[in-house]
């Protein structure tokens, strides 16, 4: 008898510490540091990478699935738009910035999901962090160093948002995604308006993507 | 050119050369002519900026005046790699083992080493040119002429200076952007550079005419071996590859010009 309501007492302190540590952890997670944060969803796309059969298998669409759930939400993609196409957002009704920001979340996603079987064979640095301790924007610096070739820096912008630093910018090997996107926004709301910019990168969405190698 | 002459003002002057002591020793006047001088050529690099801008009224862009041109320059190379270039280097993946191709790489590599060294020097940089001279005296004495990356094995870091840097970091500004047919994008300062290096590589002063075009063929193949995901990542990215290119190649060159370290751009948005 008295072994059992032993043993009782145990799994119910046992529940109770998983559920604390529950309660702590979720909290912990959005404060997370942002280049613990980048070091942490990094890590986890190469094991993803390394160890998902239908992501080796090429699945296009599954691949999509998982960057959307694991690495998107992880995107200040309102910001992102609006430094992207600059006075057309600002210009834009809420309806045709939101239709924007999707388009454009699409587009990376698709980008990011044909860019990601490069990334094989390859190993992260991640640089120690220089910033204020209360500042709200930082740059995580990491290098990809893939066998044989010159490592190639990639930097995340970073903003801290109520719901934990999100990136706004990427820049690969001093290219910046933003800066790139600008030129082709412009080019595109120059012709067509904010409308169609809209209509091109819905176009570009729909269409199938260039042949993987 | 005026590009390819050696830069004459006094602020642009490597530290470390024999310029800079003399300019102090000289005064204020010396550094002050000096200045003047440098001044001068800015003014006369501005107005032929300005004659080239005149002449090309349709690009809409400063840094791209003959973006006209260039767009059919872009068409012609993308004619040009489709049929020809591209399979051939997918060709060379395919039918060419992995340890072949990468001597073929670290080979041609071992050159740009050499360049980056030259270049190290040229802007004045100890440390990086120290690294890069390790690297190609290492590789050509030990790894068989540069077919073996000893020195990468060593981590010994791969420099990649090149003349296009050098006249950038002696404050030379970059001119017209170019997109060339086969040789991609570039700017008249970075094709400059280019030219240089073209004339200025041992594969030049190979004597039998037949071995020197096989290995500069070899070399674009190469090239454009490397360059196969890349494009792949490219198409999908990009709602115009002309526009996008054009910004990644000016945005990396800035970069590197900097050493990884631009100036903020300018924040007009938001």
């Known amino acids: ?213 | 050119m005026n590009a390819v002459e050696p830069p004459q003002s006094a602020n642009a002057a490597p530290p470390g050369s024999s310029e800079a002591p003399k300019a102090q020793a000289w005064g204020d006047h010396a550094s002050a002519t000096l200045r003047r001088v440098g001044a001068t050529r800015r003014i006369a690099a501005a107005c032929v900026a300005t004659v080239l801008l005149g002449g090309c009224a349709m690009g809409p862009m400063r840094e791209d005046p003959f973006e006209p041109m260039n767009r059919v320059s872009y068409k012609v190379h993308q004619q040009i790699d489709g049929k020809i270039v591209k399979p051939v280097a997918e060709a060379y993946v395919q039918y060419t083992p992995t340890i072949v191709r990468t001597a073929v790489s670290n080979f041609f590599g071992n050159i740009d080493d050499m360049f980056s060294f030259v270049n190290d020097v040229l802007q004045g940089k100890p440390d990086k040119a120290g690294n890069d001279l390790g690297r190609v005296i290492t590789n050509t004495g030990f790894g068989v002429l540069g077919l073996i990356d000893i020195a990468g094995s060593a981590n010994i870091p791969k420099g990649n200076e090149d003349f296009g840097q050098t006249f950038g970091v002696w404050g030379i500004p970059q001119g017209p952007y170019l997109f060339i047919p086969v040789f991609g994008p570039t700017t008249v300062r970075d094709g400059s550079g280019w030219l240089i290096r073209g004339y200025a590589s041992p594969v030049n002063f190979i004597n039998d005419a037949p071995t020197r075009d096989v290995l500069w063929a070899l070399n674009l193949v190469d090239l454009r071996a490397s360059a196969l995901q890349t494009e792949n990542v490219l198409n999908q990215a990009a709602l115009d590859p002309y526009t996008f290119i054009r910004r990644s190649y000016l945005q990396r060159r800035e970069y590197l010009v900097y050493d990884g370290k631009p100036p903020p751009p300018k924040e007009d948005e938001q």
């Not at chain 1, 109770?16 to 540590?21: E, G």
């Not at chain 1, 690495?71 to 210009?91: C, E």
């Not at chain 1, 996603?109 to 992260?124: E, G, M, P």
């Not at chain 1, 910019?197 to 819905?202: C, F, G, K, V, Y």
Request: aromatic share 6%.
């Open chain 1, 1 to 213: 008898m008295t072994f059992d309501s032993k043993r009782r007492a145990v799994i119910g302190a046992l529940r109770l510490c998983a559920m604390l540590a529950a309660l702590v952890a979720v909290p912990a997670f959005a404060q997370e540091a942002p280049d613990a944060l980048v070091k942490r969803v990094s890590q986890e796309a190469l094991s993803i990478i390394k160890s998902d059969a239908r992501v080796q298998a090429g699945d296009q669409a599954h691949i999509r699935d998982l960057i959307e759930a694991k690495i998107a939400p992880h995107f200040d993609m309102d910001r992102m738009t609006a430094l992207a196409a600059g006075r057309a957002y600002r210009q834009a009704t809420p309806e045709q910035r939101k239709r924007l920001a999707d388009e454009f979340k699409s587009l990376l996603i698709r980008t990011y999901a044909n860019a990601l079987n490069q990334y094989r064979d390859q190993t992260i640095s991640y640089e120690p962090l220089r910033a204020e301790p209360n500042s709200t924007e930082v740059t995580v610096r990491t290098q990809v160093n893939r066998p044989g070739q010159t490592p190639v820096s990639i930097d995340y912008s970073m903003e801290k948002t109520p719901s934990g630093w999100k990136a706004y910018d990427v820049i690969v090997g001093g290219v910046s995604l933003v800066t790139n996107y600008r030129d082709e926004f412009t080019q595109q709301v120059r012709q067509g308006g904010i409308d169609g910019l809209i209509n091109a990168l819905a176009a570009k969405n729909a269409a199938p993507p260039p042949a993987a190698k």
